[in-house]
């Protein structure tokens, strides 16, 4: 109970909540090194399921969800869902994909490698799709969002790409519901997997 | 009736929109965070409700100071449990709240225990999360671990610790700069990411260090990078040392090898990384591009819609520079010579469309390609690289393509298509029968004028395009819905139309806007008409009689217009030849801004003395830049007004001519704006204006006295003359008394000699008697002290003889201004950041107007041509054409031609130049 104590001065605390997350890409300039300015899922009518913003070119909420929605509008129409699609897009290049009633976006500058950001949407779309298993929609995917947040969290660390393998994304997230003192390399991560959806299936919501 | 493909499980099939946040309120939820107080914790619960909360935050919704620190304080609670998955939520909120200095330190202690933990999910995750959230003080206490996880030899954990010093590195690069040894040792590591990540810490750390990131990519490109991502770090540092060694060294182009082996990586996102490069180093030869353009190439015809794009991208980016050549020069091969003297020393720009050509049978397929963005950027690459023989071909492709896209990608087009007719003349039929086609399609305002403004430009450069040309706008104002585009082409049409072998055919056309027009565009058609009746004898009775119909108009500036044309061009039945002097009344160029004029009628007293439009300033006072829009590099077709702050020229003007001592220095050639001579916000408030005459230089200090408690009397401006040795001081007129607050002026005088552009630099003393003042009765001291204050010294520069008058054809004026007294030379201007400086610079050492938006410069572009326009003191008008070319080692060349109606002002041009 370390903890307790502290409560008690929790009146006085001055509380300054610091509002000056540091955003990556204004502070690099140059190309030194592949920046991912945002990681979108929306659903089949353009409405938020997940985002995650890494970069200060939208710096309010209304500024999002004007980008989100002119972005739906301009690729809604296109198919994307064999092949990831890409467009420039207000001095950005933004690769898509689509899979039944789920979007995918990345977002990144206009001079980045459109390979580089081609790996973190196929990262992020295969490591949904093998936590979400054969259900990949957008009702899955919101009783799961724990799982697509840590997800998200796996991929990039404020701009800088964390990983782009499916597999190792899916297994970290994955990891969370098991015994911590069981070493990872003894599950597989198909193990895992079934672990974790089956924990959190019975968990959430209930 | 359609079943749905894949049948829904059981549960929620009826509810379309099912979710499980249905209805969530923040309230509500702030609420159930109470559970994470609950001495048996249940951390199934808690996950559920932290989940809650991201979903809320990442919705938008915003937690109120109070109710986040609730939320954290709660949240700290959660680190008793040991369930893992909970903890990662822990962890997750607690970046989301990003919470204050003083909170932080409550969940220090917590973290920093993760950090220590045996389980390398906490540990990777603690790292990450005290990272983000820790301030200087706290990174020195952890700093140990820090260097530690950086080698840990768990991937994950040294992964998240080079991360987080990426990001520290920002804040405290002191601190992470001592984990070199650390990062260097992870470079080596066998984990792709870490590698990766490790890289990219590295050479941030080092990056003002050229030789270490130099001998770091040395010793890397040896070996090989694990991961595809290392790999493409590696190139673009590579790349990174090669443009910086450009000045240094000449001969081999080091890590070339490297670059061109990675075009055989597996990874296509190397082998890109790598082609992209090449393409961008300056200076590469043929040989050396030749790999890189093929595997972009092969990328070409890629299933993948990625690949396709990026490839097309890289390559349309790669003739950038030549496009833009051809574009601005193809109407002026004399001019494109010259060019060529000046780019010779960049290869790239004349190897590059060889190159690239081989792709476009490649890139023809990619036009009907089902992503839009691919297929614009292919036409677009096409249109810029192709060749005579193709053009025929791509306009019947492009046709098909036009109505499926966007209006601003219709204007990329067109805007290629028009720099693709000026290069290949002879093709303008059918570039103007695609014109006119997408002409008389649905589109936009905007769009619609890129048209326009396309065979207006066709016309005016390619003399056998005119007849058709006019015809198709005629045809286009027939059914036009925007006034703007109608009273532009009416205009343009009376300036062409009567040029052409059979005006009559015109006049069908204009005169049916009289009858079905708004009243703007009726009075434009009227001027139109005055305009074919004016020059084309022939015609005149029948526009007499279509003029006269107008008379009678329901709008009074049509009416008025009717009158006047008809009154002075003889429409009282006889037909005589309008003299030059009518001519030039009615329709000849207004050459002063209409700002100017505009000051100038509000200024005028009714009196007995007419109004002389002579009197009127021609100098256009530069615009503020808010207002300012770029134009592009495009030249504009139809011009747009200018428009400009309200000019003070005149109020000058009126200001030293009630001063008798200025009077016999002749005619106020130009004042300058004013300048300041104080700082902000101190005692005395100064700044001067620079009238120049003949033989004259008057100095006008404002000053302003910005303390209550003095009275100033006598003020006056001591100038020095020791750095001004073509000048002497006539006059000097001092302010008798200066108030608080109430500006006044004094003057100073000085002699120069005539013809000769004398500059120096003046520095100024202000001297004065100051007088105390009593703050209650607002009374003066009778005695009075003297004293002095320093103000900034003051320069007059060549750029003062000049007067920004713009011309509206520089083409025009510059042939008609003949080569008498032309003169022409080349210099070099040394290193420069980019052409746009070296530019701007020019254009502000000559103080002159530049014509048709050439003082904007695409980025990046290697060469560029400035026109300038100007009047000289003793009224001499200047024109000057600057031609820039800027070389890989950054020094920029330039020829300045200049043309003027006096051979001694040519030459001090060239002098302006040659001292600036």
Redesign the interface.
């Given at each position: 109970m370390?903890?307790e104590p502290?409560?008690d001065r929790?009146d006085l605390?001055?509380?300054?909540?610091?509002?000056e997350?540091?955003s990556?890409v204004e502070?690099w300039h140059g190309?030194?090194?592949?920046v991912v300015k945002n990681i979108l899922l929306l659903d089949s009518e353009g409405k938020?399921v997940?985002?995650k913003y890494y970069s200060d070119d939208w710096p309010t909420?209304t500024a999002?969800?004007a980008f989100e929605k002119s972005l739906f509008a301009k690729t809604m129409k296109?198919?994307a869902r064999t092949?990831?699609?890409?467009?420039?897009f207000d001095s950005n290049i933004v690769?898509y994909k689509f899979v039944q009633d789920l979007h995918f976006y990345v977002t990144g500058g206009e001079d980045e490698?459109?390979?580089?950001l081609?790996?973190v949407l196929q990262g992020f779309f295969d490591s949904i799709s093998l936590l979400l298993r054969s259900?990949v929609d957008?009702?899955e995917a919101?009783?799961n969002?724990?799982l697509i947040?840590?997800c998200l969290?796996e991929i990039v660390?404020?701009g800088?790409?964390?990983?782009?393998d499916a597999n190792v994304i899916a297994g970290?997230v994955a990891?969370?519901?098991?015994?911590?003192s069981a070493p990872?390399s003894e599950q597989t991560i198909g193990q895992a997997l079934a672990t974790a959806r089956e924990?959190l299936t019975r968990?959430?919501?209930q | 009736m359609a079943q749905p493909l894949v049948k829904k499980d059981d549960d929620h099939d009826d509810e379309a929109d099912y979710s499980p946040f249905l209805g969530i309120e923040k309230g509500a939820v702030l609420q159930e965070v109470r559970v994470f107080n609950d001495p048996q914790l249940d951390p199934r619960r808690c996950s559920q409700v932290i989940t809650k909360l991201l979903y809320l935050l990442n919705q938008g919704d915003s937690f109120s100071k109070n109710e986040a620190t609730e939320v954290f304080f709660s949240v700290t609670k959660l680190f008793q449990s040991k369930d893992l998955g909970l903890r990662r939520m822990v962890y997750l909120i607690i970046k989301e709240l990003s919470p204050s200095a003083d909170e932080v330190i409550i969940v220090t202690s917590s973290l920093m225990k993760d950090m220590n933990s045996k389980t390398d999910m906490y540990r990777a995750n603690a790292i990450r999360v005290l990272c983000r959230i820790t301030d200087g003080t706290l990174l020195t206490q952890i700093e140990r671990y820090l260097k530690q996880a950086i080698v840990d030899k768990n991937p994950v954990v040294a992964s998240a610790a080079l991360v987080s010093g990426i990001h520290l590195l920002q804040t405290n690069p002191e601190i992470v700069k001592r984990w070199s040894n650390e990062v260097q040792e992870a470079v080596q590591s066998r984990a792709a990411l870490v590698q990766f990540h490790a890289l990219a810490l590295l050479q941030q750390i080092r990056q003002n260090d050229r030789l270490a990131v130099s001998k770091l990519v040395t010793s890397l490109t040896k070996g090989t990078a694990r991961s595809p991502l290392a790999q493409c770090l590696l190139i673009r540092y590579a790349s990174q040392v090669i443009r910086e060694s450009a000045n240094t060294q000449t001969g081999d182009r080091p890590f070339y090898d490297f670059l061109e082996s990675c075009l055989r990586h597996k990874a296509e996102m190397v082998v890109f990384e790598a082609a992209r490069a090449i393409t961008e180093l300056s200076g590469v030869t043929n040989r050396e591009l030749t790999p890189a353009i093929t595997a972009l190439q092969l990328f070409l015809s890629s299933s993948k819609p990625v690949l396709r794009f990026a490839a097309v991208r890289a390559l349309n980016k790669g003739v950038g520079c030549i496009d833009l050549l051809v574009f601005q020069n193809a109407q002026e091969s004399d001019l494109v010579m010259g060019l060529l003297e000046l780019v010779y020393f960049d290869p790239v720009a004349m190897t590059h469309p060889m190159a690239v050509t081989n792709c476009n049978i490649d890139m023809e397929s990619l036009i009907s390609d089902q992503n839009r963005s691919i297929a614009t950027l292919a036409i677009t690459t096409l249109l810029k690289t192709g060749n005579e023989s193709s053009v025929d071909r791509l306009m019947k492709q492009i046709t098909n393509f036009m109505s499926d896209i966007a209006d601003e990608f219709k204007i990329v087009v067109v805007e290629a298509i028009r720099s693709l007719c000026l290069k290949f003349p002879l093709k303008y039929r059918s570039l103007m029968n695609f014109l006119s086609n997408i002409l008389r399609e649905e589109g936009g305002f905007d769009y619609k004028k890129a048209i326009v403004d396309s065979i207006v430009i066709l016309i005016r450069d390619i003399p056998e395009a005119k007849e058709s040309g006019l015809l198709q706008l005629c045809e286009f104002i027939e059914d036009c819905e925007f006034t703007y585009l109608s009273t532009q082409i009416l205009h343009f049409l009376g300036n062409e139309g009567p040029k052409t072998t059979d005006p009559s055919k015109y006049i069908r056309y204009i005169y049916n806007r009289v009858h079905l027009e708004n009243a703007t565009v009726r009075a434009a058609a009227v001027s139109t008409l005055a305009k074919f009746g004016a020059m084309v004898d022939a015609l005149k009775p029948q526009i007499f009689v279509l003029l006269r119909r107008c008379v009678l108009d329901s709008d009074d500036e049509v009416r008025d217009r009717t009158t006047l044309y008809l009154n002075t061009l003889g429409g009282d039945g006889e037909v005589v030849e309008t003299d030059k002097e009518t001519k030039t009344l009615l329709f000849g160029a207004l050459d002063i801004p209409l700002v100017n004029l505009e000051t100038s009628l509000k200024n005028y007293e009714p009196s007995e003395e007419p109004f002389d439009i002579d009197s009127v300033s021609k100098e256009v006072k530069s615009q503020p830049l808010a207002e300012k829009k770029a134009p592009g590099k495009k030249p504009t077709g139809l011009g747009a007004p200018l428009a400009g702050p309200p000019s003070t020229v005149d109020a000058y003007e009126r200001l030293l001519s009630s001063i008798p001592e200025f009077l016999d220095f002749g005619k106020l050639f130009k004042s300058s704006a004013p300048v300041e001579l104080t700082e902000a916000e101190t005692e005395y408030a100064v700044n001067v204006v620079k009238h120049i005459f003949d033989r004259h230089v008057v100095f006008q200090y404002n000053c302003t006295n910005t303390i209550p408690e003095q009275l100033l009397e006598n003020v006056s401006v001591i100038v020095d003359l020791s750095e001004a040795d073509d000048f002497a001081e006539v006059l000097s007129k001092p302010v008798r008394s200066l108030p608080y607050d109430t500006p006044g002026q004094t003057f100073v005088a000085f002699e120069k000699p005539e013809g000769i552009t004398a500059v120096g630099k003046f520095s100024n003393t202000l001297r004065f008697i100051v007088k105390e003042v009593d703050p209650t009765t607002g009374e003066a001291e009778e005695d009075g002290v003297e004293d002095e204050y320093q103000l900034e010294d003051l320069e007059v520069v060549a750029a003062d003889y000049m007067m920004k008058v713009g011309v509206s054809n520089f083409r025009n004026a510059w042939e008609s201004m003949g080569d008498d007294f032309e003169h022409v030379d080349e210099y070099g201007l040394g290193p420069r950041e980019n052409l746009a400086e070296a530019v701007s610079a020019v254009i502000n050492l000559l103080g002159m107007q530049p014509c048709e938006g050439t003082e904007v410069i695409a980025t990046n572009s290697r060469s560029h041509t400035c026109l300038l326009s100007g009047v000289f003191l003793g009224n001499v008008r200047v024109l000057v054409r600057l031609q820039f070319g800027i070389d890989g080692s950054r020094d920029v060349a330039m020829k300045l031609a200049v043309r003027s109606e006096d051979e001694a002002v040519s030459d001090t041009i060239h002098e302006i130049v040659s001292s600036g």
């Open positions: 370390e903890l502290l409560n929790f605390l001055v509380t300054k909540r610091s509002v997350v540091l990556f502070i190309d030194s090194f592949p938020r997940a985002v909420n999002k969800l296109s198919n092949e990831a699609e890409i467009t420039m690769l490698n459109e390979l580089i081609a790996a259900n957008k009702r919101l009783e969002l724990d947040f840590l969290d660390e404020r800088m790409i964390l990983e782009t970290k990891v969370n519901s098991m015994d911590p990872l924990h968990t959430l919501f | -």
